[in-house]
């Protein structure tokens, strides 16, 4: 796939080698490229914990995104951004993301963990594979 005929690309943010290797693909002129944070409610006993998981989830996304962003070259970072959502549902979210704000591709880690329905793919990638109407490239190391 020559990922440079995209210029929009939404990539799946989950910290992973394979998303970090996503989000480095933004090296050409004018490439805009987005890392989503999907991140999952959690159940607490009260709605001011709730609160407080989900906003230290998406400082820990936003850290490690921002550590990746920095060692990018000075004239690429501009053109990677990071947004979050909230959301049961990763994949359905990913999918439903990339059409709604009109990306070409959609670039995400693979890292499936085994098994045998997913050896190599994990659940999200695989999911989005089937769901999405964009082309999708996978990154990452198989298992």
């Known amino acids: ?18 998303a970090v290797a996503a989000a480095e693909i933004a090296d050409g002129p004018g490439r805009q490229v987005v890392a989503l944070a999907v991140l999952r409610p959690v159940s607490r006993e009260s709605k001011e914990e709730q609160t407080a998981e989900m906003a230290a989830m998406r400082r820990q996304a936003e850290k490690s995104f921002r550590m990746v962003r920095d060692s990018l070259p000075d004239a690429v970072q501009a053109g990677v951004t990071l947004e979050s ?19 070409g591709l959609i670039a995400l880690g693979r890292h499936g963990t085994g098994g045998i329905l997913h050896r190599r793919l994990g659940h999200v990638a ?9 082309p999708i490239l996978l990154l990452g190391s198989q298992s």
């Open 1 to 18: 796939m020559n990922v440079g005929q995209f210029r929009r690309i939404l990539v799946g943010w989950d910290c992973s080698p394979g």
């Open 85 to 103: 959502a909230e959301s049961e549902d990763v994949a359905r979210t990913l999918c439903e993301y990339a059409d709604l704000h009109v990306f």
């Open 126 to 134: 695989g999911t989005v594979v089937k769901k999405s109407n964009l």
